[in-house]
């Protein structure tokens, strides 16, 4: 499903990686480990005011990346439409 959606969405399978184990444990790592100026993050958020601004996972890596993090909110249907292709 990776590979699909990047293609689908124009990325290069050179610049995807999938990673197994825990986010907020391995994304700092990655970071570091490949120098990056900035990290985006798709937020789906559904339970409580402050999971609904940010998402879980990306409150649980926002203090521990070495570089600035762009949030965004993905639309409510973002997981239906990514599972589909």
């Known amino acids: 499903m990776q590979l699909a959606l990047a293609a689908a969405n124009g990325i290069d399978a050179d610049h995807t990686h999938q990673l197994p184990g825990s986010t907020r444990d391995l994304?700092?790592?990655?970071?570091?480990?490949?120098?990056?100026?900035?990290?985006?993050?798709?937020?789906?958020?559904?339970?409580?005011?402050?999971?609904?601004?940010?998402?879980?996972?990306?409150?649980k890596v926002l203090d521990h990346l070495p570089c600035d993090?762009?949030?965004?909110?993905?639309?409510?249907?973002?997981v239906a439409q990514a599972v589909a292709i």
């Not at 990056?36 to 998402?55: F, N, P, Q």
């Not at 993090?69 to 973002?78: K, W, Y």
């Open 27 to 59: 994304l700092p790592t990655f970071v570091r480990t490949h120098g990056a100026d900035v990290v985006v993050m798709g937020a789906l958020a559904r339970w409580g005011l402050r999971r609904m601004i940010i998402g879980s996972t990306a409150e």
């Open 69 to 78: 993090i762009l949030i965004v909110r993905l639309p409510d249907n973002a």
